[in-house]
Antibody, heavy 120, light 110 residues
């Protein structure tokens, strides 16, 4: 079965960096795009970034463009999110999700999330 | 403010039917497929509906989706207390080159 396991969250000071990882199993990782989606405490879902199955294209939310970088290592079945210049407003649970394509493309399976807290 | 607009809350009695809306624009809902997600507190979202009206394996047919123009709707029949959750719509926004979510609707089963 599809499994996505995020790691790398924690408490970090504003302006510092953090790298999240998402270990994937149960499907052919190099066949699917992957998302990062976050959820601030008590708030709704916010899409962060998308990377194509082969890493050839990346898309970012305006709120993180230029600070965050999504990447993947298909040899390790792992997705990453490099987060630089972190701000207090980046505090959230970060989920990775698999992209599934039928008529349209959409996130289907989600990981359990990892909490990032940006605080001085 | 979310790009897609959802009512903050809806409520209905057990056994009844409820619908919740998701309003967008021509750059997102009108020309792209909509998916819906269910989220219980402290847990990850779960896919309920994809491609506007299709249900993944394991999702009961009490859940349905539809789309017309720049709006989409999630319907739930035979409401159960276990359906109390937050529901999010999502789609691709072509002009933004971004995936967008609605702000979410909290369902209360009275």
């Amino acid at each position: 079965q599809v499994q996505l396991v995020e790691s790398g969250g924690g408490v970090v000071q504003p302006g510092r960096s953090l790298r999240l990882s998402c270990a994937a199993s149960g499907f052919t990782f190099n066949s699917n795009g992957m998302y990062w989606v976050r959820q601030a405490p008590g708030k709704g879902l916010e899409w962060v970034a998308l990377i194509w199955y082969d890493g050839s294209n990346e898309y970012y939310a305006d709120s993180v463009r230029g600070r965050f970088t999504i990447s993947r290592d298909n040899s390790k079945n792992t997705l990453y999110l490099q987060m630089n210049s972190l701000r207090v407003e980046d505090t959230a649970v970060y989920y990775c999700a698999r992209e599934k394509g039928d008529s349209g493309y959409y996130p289907d399976y989600w990981g359990q999330g990892t909490l990032v807290t940006v605080s001085s | 403010q979310s790009v897609l607009t959802q009512p903050p809350s809806v409520s209905a009695a057990p056994g009844q039917k409820v619908t919740m809306s998701c309003s967008g624009t021509s750059s997102n809902i009108e020309h792209n497929y909509v998916s819906w997600y269910q989220q219980f507190p402290g847990t990850a979202p779960k896919l309920l509906i994809y491609d506007n009206n299709k249900r993944p394996s394991g999702i009961p047919d009490r859940f349905s989706g539809s789309k017309s123009g720049t709006s989409a709707t999630l319907g739930i029949t035979g409401l159960q207390t276990g359906d109390e959750a937050d529901y999010y719509c999502g789609t691709w926004d072509t002009s933004r080159s971004a995936w967008v979510f609605g702000g979410g609707t909290k369902l209360t089963v009275l």
